[in-house]
């Protein structure tokens, strides 16, 4: 079956600019999570949806950053005012649980010139 | 302390070495583990879910050991495409998402 997409997978934004990152989870699955990976570091847990209610927003870096979920199954990942420290790619999992195991996406490679 | 810590490597292995990589979590109470392997500018992919029992796919071995809350991967017999960053991750109890560590990288050489 499907994976989990997202779109776009590269994005290229000028700094103060907002920007919309899209994931489409494995159907079926009610968790899904979004992270952040710096070059050569590793990922960055940044908030966690059971159904469209986040109980795990703890990840979130700044009040620029928000995300949310709708019909148990596509998210957005919103960053508003972009900086250059928000470059990074931004990966989405999900999973049939919060316990079980995740399922990334190919990620979406953000720059902010 | 860090939840779940690796050693960052890098492991560097000739062919057909065998190769073990430690992790351990500060939770005890941890439920669910896993490893995942990520190659460079890739996602992570799940590589195997790690059982109380221990468990075994091909040339990977994981093993669980609660008392010491550490996990171990082994890989015999490596290959040049098994040369990637090695992930340990954690349900760490009373969380409802996983804890992944900054992961362990080998290098398979020719």
């Known amino acids: 079956g499907a994976g989990v997409s997202q779109s776009p997978s590269n994005k290229v934004t000028e700094k103060g600019k907002d920007v919309e990152l899209r994931c489409d989870p494995i159907?079926?699955?009610?968790?899904l999570y979004w992270y952040r990976q710096r070059l050569g570091q590793g990922l960055e847990f940044l908030i966690y949806?059971?159904?469209?209610?986040?109980?795990?927003k703890s990840g979130l870096p700044s009040d620029r950053f928000s995300a949310e979920r709708t019909g148990e199954s596509v998210s957005t990942l919103t960053i508003q005012r972009t900086q250059q420290e928000d470059s990074a790619v931004y990966l989405c999992?999900?999973?049939?649980?919060?316990?079980?195991?995740?399922?990334f996406g190919p990620g979406t490679r953000l720059t902010v010139l | 302390r860090k939840e779940v810590e690796q050693d960052p490597g890098p492991f560097n292995v000739p062919e057909g070495a065998t190769v073990a990589f430690n992790c351990t979590y500060s939770?005890?109470?941890?439920?669910?583990f896993f490893w995942y392997r990520q190659d460079c500018r890739k996602e992570p992919k799940l590589l195997m879910s790690?059982?109380?029992s221990g468990n075994e796919d091909g040339r990977f071995t994981a093993q669980l050991n609660r008392a010491s809350q550490y996990i171990s991967l082994l890989i015999r017999d490596s290959k040049l495409s098994d040369s990637a960053t090695y992930l340990c991750?954690?349900?760490?109890?009373?969380?409802?998402?996983?804890?992944f560590g900054s992961g362990t990288r080998l290098q398979v050489q020719p």
């Open positions: 999992a999900s999973s049939s649980t919060g316990a079980n195991a995740q399922f």
């Open positions: 159907s079926g699955h009610t968790a």
């Open positions: 949806f059971q159904g469209n209610s986040a109980p795990d």
């Open positions: 939770n005890s109470a941890s439920q669910s």
């Open positions: 790690v059982y109380s």
């Open positions: 991750v954690v349900n760490p109890a009373g969380r409802r998402a996983l804890t």
